[in-house]
């Protein structure tokens, strides 16, 4: 199995413009989440879907960031407009249970 | 609010010198403890998940623990490549989320 996939890897982008970050899950995996991470706050829960429907978006910091999963197999995380605060590396996980499998992550840069 | 935390922030040790790695939980009905291990520019990597009080898991030089209040992460005769940051997480039985400490990075010195 590949694991979690992310694209793009890094992403630089000025401030005001649109971001979409992707993700496909493990195969067979009915949970998948979205995290952040920074050096000031550690790892922080965005977003989670559980067999494609969003359960709990408390963690998204604004209307500015929104999530969809149209199917099993896919996810987008997106940014519009992007902020220099945004900056941080994001990381989408999946589960067929509890243990959580994350991707590489997307390491993003608002300039 | 869930909370773990996790000491020391940071580890140095000398190849081959033994410790152990800590994490205190405060969860309401915990369902399960995980440990994580992040290499530099890469994502967490699932390592070991307990479930009760008393149960210990083994993955070579790495043993976790769990109590009522906390788990450990011990680690025996480290070599260089252990050389990370090791980070904890709880989940409760209310929900699917994990709770995240902000991790101990490791240095293990050749």
């Known amino acids: 199995d590949a694991g979690v996939i992310q694209s793009p890897r890094h992403e630089v982008t000025e401030m005001g413009q649109e971001v979409t970050l992707r993700c496909k899950p493990i195969?067979?995996?009915?949970?998948l989440f979205w995290y952040r991470q920074t050096m000031m706050r550690g790892l922080e829960l965005l977003i989670y879907?559980?067999?494609?429907?969003?359960?709990?978006d408390s963690g998204m910091p604004e209307d500015r960031f929104s999530a969809k999963m149209p199917n099993a197999s896919f996810s987008t995380l997106k940014i519009q407009p992007s902020e220099p605060r945004d900056s941080a590396v994001y990381f989408c996980?999946?589960?067929?249970?509890?243990?959580?499998?994350f991707g590489p992550g997307t390491r993003l840069t608002v300039t | 609010e869930d909370q773990v935390t996790q000491s020391p922030e940071a580890l140095r040790l000398q190849e081959g010198e033994s410790s152990s790695l800590n994490c205190s939980y405060t969860?309401?009905?915990?369902?399960?403890l995980f440990w994580y291990r992040q290499d530099p520019g890469k994502g967490p990597e699932f390592l070991f998940t307990?479930?009760?009080a008393g149960e210990e898991k083994e993955k070579e030089r790495l043993k976790a623990t769990l109590t009522k209040k906390e788990s450990f992460l011990h680690i025996t005769a480290p070599k260089p490549e252990d050389s990370a940051t090791y980070l904890c997480?709880?989940?409760?039985?209310?929900?699917?989320?994990?709770?995240f400490g902000t991790g101990t990075r490791l240095t293990i010195i050749p």
């Open positions: 996980a999946s589960t067929p249970g509890h243990e959580q499998y």
């Open positions: 195969s067979g995996h009915n949970s």
């Open positions: 879907f559980n067999n494609n429907v969003p359960i709990d």
């Open positions: 969860v309401s009905g915990l369902r399960g």
């Open positions: 307990l479930y009760s």
């Open positions: 997480a709880a989940i409760n039985f209310g929900n699917e989320k994990l709770t």
